[in-house]
């Protein structure tokens, strides 16, 4: 083989060995907890089903805003938390109506962040598991799976998955209003 076509030869091994070790890294890293939660790479395309819950697209979700008990809308989205304070980094919206409880759709929630869910849907609800409960992100949001997943193992049973969520709505040219997280802690 000519000494140029060798050199050439060489730094595309080494590249080709770099992308094969990240690869099994990246594989090697689980994307759900022990107890079904998903733990990584929030954004990216979700399942069709969301255990104990119904999922709504637009249509569904604006037909269920008619009725009573009126859905409460949770908005999971995430908010950066630094020193005990919720960072507002850029603007945020969500669908009119609804309670954002940032960061309670990470797979792996701390003591506190759990308590923070558990008291909020227990303030929204009134106490009552049946008040249908509707919770979203963004579309190919993992987040919002989590949340459904999490409050249907504290027993809510009137629940419903907005899969494509906040894209959806917008594209439908539906009306959001500004949203701040509910307080911490």
Excluded at 73 to 85: F, P
Excluded at 167 to 180: F, G, I
Aim: charged residues 20%.
């Amino acid at each position: 083989m000519p000494r140029a076509r060798r050199v050439l030869l060489r730094p595309s091994l080494a590249v080709l060995s770099l992308s094969l070790l990240l690869g099994v890294a990246h594989a090697e890293t689980p994307l759900f907890s022990a107890d079904g939660y998903r733990i990584g790479l929030y954004r990216s395309p979700t399942p069709n089903q969301a255990e104990g819950a119904a999922i709504v697209d637009t249509a569904a979700l604006q037909a269920l805003l008619t009725q009573t008990p009126r859905p409460v809308l949770i908005d999971v989205y995430r908010r950066q938390w630094l020193q005990g304070r919720f960072i507002e980094d850029q603007p945020h919206e969500n669908l009119p109506g609804s309670h954002w409880l940032a960061n309670t759709g990470d797979g792996d929630l701390t003591p506190d962040w759990q308590d923070y869910f558990t008291r909020n849907l227990q303030k929204f609800t009134a106490g009552d598991p049946r008040q249908p409960l509707v919770f979203y992100c963004r579309s190919d949001c993992w987040l919002s799976w989590n949340a459904v997943k999490r409050a249907a193992a504290m027993g809510y049973k009137t629940l419903y998955w907005y899969r494509d969520g906040l894209d959806a709505w917008q594209a439908a040219n539906l009306p959001v209003t500004p949203a701040l997280p509910e307080p911490f802690p």
